[in-house]
């Protein structure tokens, strides 16, 4: 399946910016279920961008902004391949006996078996993992997608219960919040469990052709991976609670939201405010039409 | 009722009471009180002054420290004084042989630790050999993963390291610490080799005391050979936290002995991944940045956002090699007192050689068999945060109350990895002259010391002649630091 | 130069200035009232009124006399311009300065910045009020000497000069117009013995007093008074030799330049504005309004330094 996804982010400045620094993760992965055959990041103001891949292997574009300007834009624009590769079998394994490797797994994957910036051990986390844990003969798979339906069940999806900065404690307290905080809430649980779960931000396809969506901020969909025996990384949407699929692309991963955020930036003005919004758009092509559709640039950057 | 010493049969009013303890190492006088290799003119001298010549001697010392400026800061919004840190006047000595033995310990400590954050910072090599654990350094807060893939010039990390040192009730000195951040201090030691050079000049003389003054220029040299790409005369400039900072005199004098500009955040930005000084005249690069803030401090883009001490890009400008900083990111990872049981172990995979300075045994109390053991008799160890710098949070088992230790034992168990435990050390002790109020009170007392050396990497390694003898003032007391109760001493290293 | 540095240094000097100018003026304005009685209902209010702080005063203070105005302007920390206020912003500014003045400066600045903490009402009291503005103004002497005999003549002393004369130039024309504008007694008392008594009294706070003698003897008038504080370029307190001076460092600092600096439209609109009258042209065609259009000239050429040296953000 091959998809054309434009991301763009919008920023108003009530009184110009300037000495702008930013980053931004929207270059879709690649890996064996999904090739990102095109990318082209559009900045309005035009300027240069460098590229780098962070410590999670995340392809960052950098851009400033020494002058000052009014507003700002940035369209991520990608072609997308996604395959959906027969997934490796998940090998049933009870956990007491997956807890065994516990140490050589705290070594080997120590970032996404440990606590991070918004998913802390606390008190409220470790009282919900208590609720459900397993017990030594469940089988870690199985233990995994129970947790995940579970907490879909528990929760509701609410825009404005909690905030972009919100660790997986405000969903436990508020009884709801959106995509990011369902899977921090989950990776939290897995974590505790001794299973390395890893965060993903990246875009959901609509089932339909094509969609434009205006979504406000959260233009992009957040789940996770668990790492289990046998099947490897296992990608799990707690917010739609089932297991991912073709419709999930992938742009980067990390501990939590904190490691990957679309755009992260600083800037200076006198005074005013930063008004944003975002627009998202997915289409889905047909493999003939790639091969001719004229507009199918490579290297379009925008010169306004 | 005066004392006389055996060796001069001179008179020792203010030393009458003094005594070598025999519960710890004294370096002046060994146990029949005899003076110690290279301290018998010390001895000679200053065992032959009276209570009036001493107080004279530290009167011109405080007004010379305060005509110099030399503070530790309290610029407080109503009070205006400036605080002196306590210097005292008889100086600790370190003969020809044993500095040589200390200086080739420490330019091959240094050079491990180096390595070491070149490759955590790199391939990890160390860590996949199993030699340290993994975990331990992922978990450690100072590891940057910003830093991955951030090569500096001549691949040092390090460039200034301040080693803390004791010496034990063998004699022997042991590393207590390691400081690969922004170690401090180096300013205390130049500006009381310049009071006690015109207090007491011709015993100076007679010690043939070698020189401490050339450390600017060797530093300065240093940080120009960090220059990236190897640019030649390269703008350099150091980053300071500004006048509210309890180290800014330190800053300042640095500035104005290396001759370079001093920076506060809001005066640099970055352009086109390149480092600027807002000049009156337009922008000004600079290629080196010896940096006196810590890694959190240092860009709002990757770190903490709500910074205003550091520069917006510049991560990105040290990634792109336009700019080197002095320590580079992330060397607090050698710092931490976890880390620090493995050194020994660093030394031999990247030298393939024995330490030569030995470190204080040091137990993780992360490992359940370890901490069992410690909780168990909690009372004879030093416990410490594994994160912390200096005397923070440091529990002295035998002279914490069952308060405190009940209190250690409940944070060790709710987070064993935050603390080591080492057994006590008796730090050895010096003669340190006592006040007590008046004159015919005065007299001369052993207190506890510890020193820091300091050591420069550039294109090679170089080590300080001498370093910070810092002093515990009150009698009984471990803790040295200068906000803590602690004041400082001429260190003599000698010539050969 | 940092930009941040120069404008530490700029303000030092000019706060320094402003507090060493709001004390001769007070002084002045306090023994005039001694000297010769008022006749107004209102007589603290020529000197509010020139500094536009009438509604900053009365928001705090009930009465205009001479413990509330002494109050406001020399102790009041809650009035930004208070000579209290000026002493601690330079001296604020200054910590930063450590090592680009002497130390001896720096000693001595903050040594009157702590007897400033100390300062209250009771001064004005015992030892007095004469006896306040004297060991205040050989403060500001001394600190003007340390800075005039240690501080190199670089563009740190030029930063400090711009600060000194930009400041300057305002106040001694504020001075002027306190007791020409509004210390103007009926208009046939012009002339008399109490305008005389005033302008000597004027004279005498700038330390202009026997300057003005040996060039103009002993009779007092009104238009050479005018010349000497505004046009005489040898008097060190005139507006003149002020915005020579002024002139000269910011032409040193422009010569450092690496790339060619345009020149200061603004000193050159405010020196031609001082070659265009003579004295009782001046007079006639309206002193206020001259002495206005210098003191807009000076806010003008400062925002202009500010934008071109200064400014950091």
Same mark, same amino acid.
């Given at each position: 399946?091959?998809?054309?996804?434009?991301?763009?982010?919008?920023?108003?400045?009530?009184?110009?910016?300037?000495?702008?620094?930013?980053?931004?993760?929207?270059?879709?992965?690649?890996?064996?279920?999904?090739?990102?055959?095109?990318?082209?990041?559009?900045?309005?103001?035009?300027?240069?961008?460098?590229?780098?891949?962070?410590?999670?292997?995340?392809?960052?574009?950098?851009?400033?902004?020494?002058?000052?300007?009014?507003?700002?834009?940035?369209?991520?624009?990608?072609? !997308?391949? $996604?395959? %959906?590769?027969? #997934? /490796?079998?998940? *090998?049933?394994?009870?956990?007491?006996?997956?807890?065994?490797?516990?140490?050589?797994?705290?070594?080997?994957?120590?970032?996404?078996?440990?606590?991070?910036?918004?998913?802390?051990?606390?008190?409220?986390?470790?009282?919900?993992?208590?609720?459900?844990?397993?017990?030594?003969?469940?089988?870690?798979?199985?233990?995994?997608?129970?947790?995940?339906?579970?907490?879909?069940?528990?929760?509701?999806?609410?825009?404005?219960?909690?905030?972009?900065?919100?660790?997986?404690?405000?969903?436990?307290?508020?009884?709801?919040?959106?995509?990011?905080?369902?899977?921090?809430?989950?990776?939290? !649980?897995? $974590?505790? %469990?001794?299973? #390395? /779960?890893?965060? *993903?931000?990246?875009?959901?396809?609509?089932?339909?052709?094509?969609?434009?969506?205006?979504?406000?901020?959260?233009?992009?969909?957040?789940?996770?991976?668990?790492?289990?025996?046998?099947?490897?990384?296992?990608?799990?949407?707690?917010?739609?609670?089932?297991?991912?699929?073709?419709?999930?692309?992938?742009?980067?991963?990390?501990?939590?939201?904190?490691?990957?955020?679309?755009?992260?930036?600083?800037?200076?003005?006198?005074?005013?405010?930063?008004?944003?919004?975002?627009?998202?758009?997915?289409?889905?092509?047909?493999?003939?039409?790639?091969?001719?559709?004229?507009?199918?640039?490579?290297?379009?950057?925008?010169?306004? | 009722?005066?004392?006389?010493?055996?060796?001069?049969?001179?008179?020792?009013?203010?030393?009458?009471?003094?005594?070598?303890?025999?519960?710890a190492?004294?370096?002046?006088?060994?146990?029949?009180?005899?003076?110690?290799?290279?301290?018998?003119?010390?001895?000679?001298?200053?065992?032959?002054?009276?209570?009036?010549?001493?107080?004279?001697?530290?009167?011109?010392?405080?007004?010379?420290f305060?005509?110099?400026?030399v503070t530790f800061n309290v610029?407080?919004?109503?009070?205006?004084?400036e605080r002196i840190f306590p210097f005292d006047?008889?100086?600790r000595?370190?003969?020809?042989?044993?500095?040589?033995?200390?200086?080739?310990?420490?330019?091959?400590?240094?050079?491990?630790?180096?390595?070491?954050?070149?490759?955590?910072?790199?391939?990890?090599?160390?860590?996949?050999?199993?030699?340290?654990?993994?975990?331990?350094?992922?978990?450690?807060?100072?590891?940057?993963?910003?830093?991955?893939?951030?090569?500096?010039?001549?691949?040092?990390?390090?460039?200034v390291a301040g080693i803390d040192l004791v010496r034990?009730?063998?004699?022997?000195?042991y590393v207590l610490e390691d400081n690969v951040r922004t170690p401090s201090g180096v300013s205390y030691v130049?500006e009381n080799?310049?009071?006690?050079?015109?207090?007491?000049?011709?015993?100076?003389?007679?010690?043939?005391?070698?020189?401490?003054?050339?450390?600017?220029?060797?530093?300065?040299?240093?940080?120009?050979?960090?220059?990236?790409?190897?640019?030649?005369?390269?703008?350099?400039?150091?980053?300071?936290p500004?006048?509210f900072n309890s180290a800014f005199f330190e800053h300042?004098f640095?500035?104005?002995?290396?001759?370079?500009?001093?920076?506060?955040?809001?005066?640099?930005?970055?352009?086109?991944?390149?480092?600027?000084?807002?000049?009156?005249?337009?922008?000004?690069?600079?290629?080196?940045?010896?940096?006196r803030?810590d890694?959190?401090?240092?860009?709002?883009?990757?770190?903490?956002?709500?910074?205003?001490?550091?520069?917006?890009?510049?991560?990105?400008?040290?990634?792109?090699?336009?700019?080197?900083?002095?320590?580079?990111?992330?060397?607090g990872?050698?710092d931490d007192k976890?880390?620090y049981?493995?050194?020994?172990?660093?030394?031999?995979?990247?030298?393939?050689?024995?330490?030569?300075?030995?470190?204080v045994?040091?137990?993780?109390?992360?490992?359940?068999?370890?901490?069992?053991?410690?909780?168990?008799?909690?009372?004879?160890?030093v416990v410490k945060p594994t994160g912390a710098s200096g005397g923070y949070g440091v529990v002295i088992g035998p002279k914490a109350?069952?308060?405190e230790?009940?209190?250690?034992?409940?944070?060790?168990?709710?987070?064993?990895?935050?603390?080591i435990?080492q057994?006590v050390i008796a730090l050895s002790v010096h003669?340190t002259?006592i006040?007590?109020?008046?004159?015919?009170?005065?007299?001369?007392?052993p207190r506890h010391i510890d020193f820091r050396p300091f050591?420069?990497?550039?294109?090679?390694?170089?080590?300080?002649?001498?370093g910070l003898t810092r002093v515990a003032l009150r009698e009984g007391s471990l803790i040295v630091n200068s906000s803590q109760g602690g004041g400082s001493k001429d260190t003599?290293?000698?010539?050969? | 130069?940092?930009?941040?540095?120069?404008?530490?240094?700029?303000?030092?000097?000019?706060?320094?200035?402003?507090?060493?100018?709001?004390?001769?003026?007070?002084?002045?304005?306090?023994?005039?009232?001694?000297?010769?009685?008022?006749?107004?209902?209102?007589?603290?209010?020529?000197?509010?009124?020139?500094?536009?702080?009438?509604?900053?005063?009365?928001?705090?203070?009930?009465?205009?006399?001479?413990?509330?105005?002494?109050?406001?302007?020399?102790?009041?920390?809650?009035?930004?311009?208070?000579?209290?206020?000026?002493?601690?912003?330079?001296?604020?500014?200054?910590?930063?300065?450590?090592?680009?003045?002497?130390?001896?400066?720096?000693?001595?600045?903050?040594?009157?910045?702590?007897?400033?903490?100390?300062?209250?009402?009771?001064?004005?009291?015992?030892?007095?009020?004469?006896?306040?503005?004297?060991?205040?103004?050989?403060?500001?002497?001394?600190?003007?000497?340390?800075?005039?005999?240690?501080?190199?003549?670089?563009?740190?002393?030029?930063?400090?000069?711009?600060?000194?004369?930009?400041?300057?130039?305002?106040?001694?024309?504020?001075?002027?117009?306190?007791?020409?504008?509004?210390?103007?007694?009926?208009?046939?008392?012009?002339?008399?013995?109490?305008?005389?008594?005033?302008?000597?009294?004027?004279?005498?706070?700038?330390?202009?007093?026997?300057?003005?003698?040996?060039?103009?003897?002993?009779?007092?008038?009104?238009?050479?008074?005018?010349?000497?504080?505004?046009?005489?370029?040898?008097?060190?307190?005139?507006?003149?030799?002020?915005?020579?001076?002024?002139?000269?460092?910011?032409?040193?600092?422009?010569?450092?330049?690496?790339?060619?600096?345009?020149?200061?439209?603004?000193?050159?609109?405010?020196?031609?504005?001082?070659?265009?009258?003579?004295?009782?042209?001046?007079?006639?065609?309206?002193?206020?309004?001259?002495?206005?259009?210098?003191?807009?000239?000076?806010?003008?050429?400062?925002?202009?330094?500010?934008?071109?040296?200064?400014?950091?953000?």
């Amino acid at each position: 399946m091959l998809l054309r996804i434009v991301h763009t982010t919008r920023f108003e400045y009530q009184v110009p910016a300037y000495d702008s620094h930013n980053e931004v993760r929207m270059r879709p992965l690649d890996s064996a279920s999904q090739r990102c055959v095109e990318f082209d990041l559009d900045l309005t103001p035009a300027t240069s961008t460098f590229e780098y891949d962070d410590y999670y292997g995340n392809r960052v574009h950098g851009f400033s902004f020494h002058e000052q300007h009014p507003a700002l834009i940035v369209a991520a624009k990608s072609l !997308v391949e $996604r395959i %959906a590769p027969p #997934p /490796a079998p998940a *090998v049933p394994m009870p956990f007491g006996e997956f807890l065994l490797e516990d140490h050589a797994r705290n070594r080997a994957e120590y970032d996404f078996l440990n606590a991070s910036r918004h998913v802390p051990f606390s008190e409220p986390l470790r009282k919900f993992f208590w609720l459900g844990k397993p017990d030594p003969s469940e089988d870690v798979a199985a233990y995994a997608n129970r947790m995940v339906a579970f907490i879909r069940d528990q929760f509701v999806y609410e825009p404005g219960m909690t905030k972009v900065q919100s660790t997986a404690d405000e969903i436990l307290s508020a009884g709801g919040g959106v995509c990011q905080d369902f899977a921090h809430l989950t990776i939290g !649980v897995l $974590r505790l %469990a001794g299973i #390395p /779960a890893r965060y *993903v931000s990246g875009y959901l396809a609509p089932e339909a052709k094509s969609t434009v969506e205006t979504v406000g901020a959260q233009a992009s969909h957040a789940w996770l991976e668990a790492q289990l025996p046998g099947s490897g990384w296992t990608g799990f949407d707690p917010t739609n609670g089932c297991m991912v699929d073709e419709r999930h692309i992938r742009v980067a991963i990390g501990r939590d939201y904190a490691d990957v955020p679309p755009m992260r930036g600083t800037y200076r003005s006198h005074g005013g405010r930063q008004l944003m919004s975002v627009e998202l758009q997915i289409e889905r092509m047909s493999d003939h039409s790639r091969a001719t559709d004229p507009d199918n640039g490579s290297n379009q950057q925008n010169q306004q | 009722m005066t004392a006389t010493v055996p060796e001069t049969g001179k008179a020792v009013p203010v030393w009458a009471a003094y005594k070598p303890v025999n519960s710890a190492f004294d370096e002046m006088l060994d146990m029949s009180s005899r003076a110690r290799p290279g301290c018998q003119p010390v001895v000679d001298t200053m065992f032959a002054m009276p209570p009036a010549q001493f107080t004279e001697i530290c009167a011109r010392a405080d007004r010379m420290f305060r005509r110099m400026g030399v503070t530790f800061n309290v610029y407080g919004a109503a009070d205006g004084s400036e605080r002196i840190f306590p210097f005292d006047p008889i100086p600790r000595v370190i003969d020809a042989d044993t500095w040589a033995n200390l200086e080739a310990g420490l330019i091959q400590r240094v050079r491990a630790l180096n390595a070491f954050l070149a490759d955590v910072y790199g391939d990890g090599c160390i860590l996949s050999d199993g030699v340290v654990p993994r975990d331990l350094v992922l978990g450690c807060a100072q590891f940057r993963r910003a830093a991955v893939g951030i090569k500096p010039p001549l691949g040092n990390f390090v460039t200034v390291a301040g080693i803390d040192l004791v010496r034990g009730a063998d004699g022997r000195f042991y590393v207590l610490e390691d400081n690969v951040r922004t170690p401090s201090g180096v300013s205390y030691v130049i500006e009381n080799r310049v009071v006690m050079t015109r207090l007491v000049p011709n015993l100076m003389r007679s010690c043939r005391v070698r020189s401490v003054e050339r450390y600017p220029a060797d530093l300065l040299q240093c940080l120009m050979e960090q220059s990236p790409n190897g640019k030649s005369n390269p703008t350099i400039a150091i980053l300071t936290p500004g006048p509210f900072n309890s180290a800014f005199f330190e800053h300042v004098f640095l500035s104005q002995q290396m001759g370079i500009e001093l920076v506060e955040g809001v005066d640099l930005v970055c352009v086109d991944r390149k480092l600027y000084m807002k000049d009156v005249h337009g922008l000004r690069q600079i290629d080196v940045l010896y940096r006196r803030i810590d890694d959190d401090f240092l860009d709002p883009l990757v770190f903490r956002p709500d910074s205003l001490l550091g520069v917006a890009g510049l991560t990105s400008v040290l990634r792109a090699g336009n700019a080197a900083i002095a320590n580079g990111v992330g060397t607090g990872v050698a710092d931490d007192k976890a880390i620090y049981a493995y050194t020994p172990a660093m030394i031999r995979y990247y030298l393939a050689e024995e330490p030569i300075l030995p470190i204080v045994e040091t137990f993780l109390l992360r490992d359940p068999e370890v901490r069992e053991q410690v909780l168990k008799n909690l009372d004879r160890y030093v416990v410490k945060p594994t994160g912390a710098s200096g005397g923070y949070g440091v529990v002295i088992g035998p002279k914490a109350d069952e308060a405190e230790l009940a209190a250690t034992r409940d944070r060790i168990v709710s987070d064993p990895s935050a603390f080591i435990a080492q057994p006590v050390i008796a730090l050895s002790v010096h003669p340190t002259i006592i006040h007590n109020g008046s004159e015919s009170a005065m007299e001369v007392a052993p207190r506890h010391i510890d020193f820091r050396p300091f050591v420069l990497l550039g294109a090679k390694p170089r080590v300080l002649a001498g370093g910070l003898t810092r002093v515990a003032l009150r009698e009984g007391s471990l803790i040295v630091n200068s906000s803590q109760g602690g004041g400082s001493k001429d260190t003599w290293v000698l010539e050969a | 130069m940092l930009r941040r540095i120069a404008s530490h240094l700029f303000w030092t000097a000019r706060n320094l200035e402003r507090a060493e100018w709001r004390a001769r003026l007070l002084d002045v304005n306090y023994h005039l009232l001694i000297e010769s009685p008022p006749r107004d209902a209102q007589p603290w209010g020529p000197l509010l009124a020139i500094f536009g702080e009438r509604e900053l005063f009365t928001a705090s203070y009930t009465t205009a006399d001479d413990a509330s105005i002494l109050n406001f302007f020399a102790l009041d920390t809650d009035n930004p311009n208070s000579i209290r206020s000026c002493i601690n912003a330079a001296r604020n500014n200054a910590i930063s300065l450590r090592h680009y003045i002497s130390s001896e400066l720096w000693l001595d600045l903050n040594t009157l910045y702590l007897n400033a903490q100390e300062w209250t009402p009771d001064l004005f009291v015992s030892p007095g009020v004469f006896a306040f503005f004297a060991d205040l103004k050989d403060s500001f002497y001394r600190l003007a000497g340390i800075r005039q005999s240690t501080i190199p003549r670089d563009i740190a002393y030029d930063f400090m000069q711009l600060g000194i004369m930009l400041e300057r130039t305002e106040d001694v024309s504020r001075m002027l117009d306190v007791k020409y504008h509004f210390l103007l007694p009926r208009l046939e008392d012009v002339g008399g013995s109490v305008d005389i008594l005033q302008w000597a009294a004027v004279l005498r706070s700038a330390s202009g007093l026997e300057a003005y003698r040996k060039r103009f003897g002993n009779s007092i008038r009104i238009d050479n008074v005018v010349e000497i504080l505004l046009f005489d370029p040898t008097f060190p307190r005139s507006a003149r030799f002020a915005l020579a001076t002024l002139e000269t460092s910011l032409n040193r600092v422009m010569s450092l330049s690496p790339e060619p600096s345009p020149p200061s439209t603004q000193l050159e609109e405010l020196s031609a504005l001082m070659r265009s009258k003579r004295p009782l042209e001046v007079i006639k065609s309206g002193l206020h309004q001259f002495l206005i259009q210098i003191q807009d000239g000076c806010a003008a050429l400062g925002d202009e330094v500010f934008q071109r040296y200064l400014k950091t953000d």
